[in-house]
DNA sequence: ATCGTGCGGTCAATCGTTTGACCAAGGCAG
DNA sequence: CTGCCTTGGTCAAACGATTGACCGCACGAT
């Protein structure tokens, strides 16, 4: 059993060349003269000894480390997952290896640090809220980066989904079932999705001609969502609550649904729930939940792939083109007569 | 602005030092012997220019990456997110980097290639079948490894949890409950955490002295746990329908619950349900989901534990001592008199 | 006067790849 | 015969950090 690693030089040696060539080789190097005689005997050479290039060796040479980095606030949350798997299927398409990383314990600032210098070639952002201190420091050390589903103050490089339309096609699912008085549980105020899914929620009320229910905050849990769900109907004047809710993330709607059943009402018969983001779970659900799907993969996918040609200094706002549709299932209905 | 990179050098030039004090100095190096006023001068220089030591060029010398990888089937499923937090979390406190990659596309083999050589110092495959093509590998490339709750077919390096425990906790609260006849919804038939769970329900139903009753395979999914329960309750002979069920996963549980109203059965009048792992979720379910919490948490950190200090040829076999309980919730209750 | 030793550093080889520059031999045109 | 091009490679200097070996000086002991 071998285990002293292979390099170059091993296997030039074996193939009885110099290491220029058979780094040539190995990197497909167009300007490469070589006989296909001797190219063969490389590649053999290659096989035999199980040659592997050495990543560190390699990115100190060319300063790319073929590394993109993903920092998420927290692993648990499906949504995440699904951005996950788009870019690292896009990022494997590239030859990268993506880095996902959390905000665990300490901030983005602390993982920055552990990543250290020169590890990764791209920084995508999702779902973090502004820092200016950290990314005036990405642009210190020319990191490329991109916030996803994500703008914060004077930032100027993101890439979003059209939660704007996401909501309006909440609302106007709900409208044309019958519904009047309609609500909405909103995202964390600091969060930015919350802020254009509200927007939409409102200008869909508008041209619907309706006024806009009670908007409650909650974070983007179970937990958030029961909490936010409990004061908006404990607030409701008795006679004037609403038929239904706008609920801005699945997973609160979990927990809003909860509640409501907590205070005697039977969902979708008295009170109907829309929530933003389909998951596989939603389906399963009791009763089934009618979400708004988003291309949440493509996010993450289209993410990397402009992290991939991107000049540290440009600037990119682009809201994603991609299929947003009402999944329509148990949890909304007409409102009750 | 100034973005050239800033290097040893160009802090020992500012420190009027040699490139090597600094060095030992960033790394604390305890041999070295310096005048105070000498480390003040480079630490004031490294900070002065912001000097953060290029990993490429550390790695290349030290044959160490600090980072580690964790292999994953997929990122949607939220028992491996309790597992990453607890695996990132230590690998931080340990100054390392955890790169999670999942099955996506391509499996291992392929997730091995991009990482390359030398760009981790160990790895953790949590779930991931038997594959001894692919240990072997890891094994010629001098790469510790580690499964996570998975053995497979003579694996010698593994630390998993007390399934079978869990497993009776969960059977025995059943039992208690006045339940006589148990079924056990499965997970899929290559899996070892199943294999274990399957074997906790039979010994559990054993020491109370009660027949097994019919036991069905189903995908660690919603989706899977509907089609198990919905054949399970197809083949149970009318009068003879379990009163409950133990399901050995908590996403298949959600499917098994919304097959089982699908069949006409309220739980937990009809049909009582407990599952494993405990999630955030559960106790938003409709009905709340009675659970068997494992340390999922802390067998990602004990595996990276294990894996820093971890001789690549040593054997480890490890039942990670941990608290298991079961979590009552209401889709649980005695069996209908 | 010499030796040893502790202090406060310096020197330079090394890790494995990449890549611009260079070169020998053969062929061919003028 | 000379000059020049093409083919098929070779040479060696980087990249940036680490680390064992070494060194000059001062001081105290013998």
Chains 1, 2 share one sequence.
Do not use: C
């Not at 030089?9 to 080789?25: E, L, T």
């Not at 692993?75 to 990383?101: R, S």
């Not at 779902?127 to 201190?133: A, I, K, L, P």
């Not at 600037?315 to 007569?337: H, K």
Request: cysteine-free.
């Amino acid at each position: 059993m071998k285990r002293a690693r292979v390099t170059l030089a091993d296997v030039a040696a074996v193939a009885k060349v110099d290491r220029a060539v058979v780094s040539r080789v190995v990197n497909k190097d167009p300007t490469l003269n070589i006989r296909q005689e001797t190219r063969e005997r490389v590649l053999a050479a290659i096989e035999e000894l199980g040659y592997r290039p050495n990543v560190a060796a390699r990115s100190l040479r060319t300063s790319r480390a073929h590394m993109f980095g993903l920092f998420i606030p927290d692993f648990a949350n499906p949504v995440y997952a699904e951005i996950i798997k788009g870019a690292e299927a896009e990022a494997a398409a590239q030859g990268y290896v993506l880095v996902t990383g959390s905000a665990i314990g300490a901030g983005l600032g602390e993982y920055m640090d552990r990543i250290g210098q020169g590890r990764i070639d791209g920084l995508l952002l999702a779902g973090t809220g502004d820092d200016s201190g950290l990314t005036a420091q990405l642009d210190r050390a020319a990191i490329p980066w991109l916030m996803l589903n994500n703008r914060s103050r004077g930032v100027k490089r993101y890439v979003i989904l059209d939660d704007q339309r996401a909501a309006a096609l909440a609302v106007e699912h709900l409208v044309r079932l019958g519904h009047r008085r309609i609500a909405h549980l909103a995202g964390p105020s600091r969060a930015d999705t919350a802020a254009r899914r509200s927007a939409g929620y409102s200008a869909a009320m508008r041209d619907a001609g309706l006024p806009e229910g009670p908007i409650t905050a909650a974070d983007y849990t179970p937990a958030g969502g029961a909490a936010a769900m409990a004061r908006l109907l404990a607030n409701a004047p008795e006679g004037e609550r609403p038929t239904a809710v706008f609920v801005a993330n699945v997973a609160s709607a979990i927990g809003a649904m909860d509640a409501a059943r907590a205070a005697g009402l039977e969902i979708p018969r008295d009170l109907s729930i829309v929530a933003v983001h389909d998951l596989d779970l939603a389906g399963y659900l009791n009763p089934a939940l009618t979400t708004v799907r988003m291309p949440l993969a493509e996010l993450g996918r289209r993410g990397v792939t402009l992290l991939g040609g991107l000049d540290p200094d440009a600037t990119v706002a682009e809201v994603l083109a991609g299929p947003i549709e009402l999944i329509q299932r148990r949890s909304t209905a007409p409102p009750p007569s």
